[in-house]
């Protein structure tokens, strides 16, 4: 109930003051995953293509890609650390118990 109470007070102020007519997101719009992904559609849908285009749509295929490389290569040190974790947790109750 707050949080649509709050996104139409939002939405009201911001456009009662052209909040987001006069955001430049140029620099900003790299760096956040939605504009990669609606660049990729942007593209698909009106053909359109421009240099930031290709960059942002670039990154909404090559993010995926790095992001499943990184987990692979991690989920065994997170697994060992979990274990160890688990084990010194099996080690406190039983100590606690005698």
Same mark, same amino acid.
């Given at each position: 109930?707050?949080?649509?109470?709050? +996104?139409?007070?939002? *939405?009201?102020? +911001?456009? #009662?003051?052209? =909040?987001?007519?006069?955001?430049? =997101? #140029?620099? *900003?719009?790299?760096f956040l995953p939605p504009f990669w992904f609606s660049a990729l559609l942007e593209i698909v849908a009106t053909k359109n293509i421009n240099k930031t285009l290709l960059i942002l749509s670039f990154l909404a295929l090559l993010a995926p890609i790095i992001s499943v490389f990184i987990y692979t290569k991690f989920t065994p040190?997170?697994?060992?650390?979990?274990?160890?974790?688990?084990?010194?947790?099996? *080690?406190?109750? =039983?100590?606690s118990i005698i």
């Amino acid at each position: 109930m707050l949080f649509s109470t709050v +996104s139409i007070f939002v *939405i009201n102020i +911001s456009q #009662s003051i052209n =909040l987001f007519e006069n955001i430049d =997101l #140029s620099v *900003i719009s790299y760096f956040l995953p939605p504009f990669w992904f609606s660049a990729l559609l942007e593209i698909v849908a009106t053909k359109n293509i421009n240099k930031t285009l290709l960059i942002l749509s670039f990154l909404a295929l090559l993010a995926p890609i790095i992001s499943v490389f990184i987990y692979t290569k991690f989920t065994p040190v997170f697994e060992k650390n979990f274990k160890n974790l688990i084990i010194k947790v099996q *080690i406190k109750k =039983l100590k606690s118990i005698i």
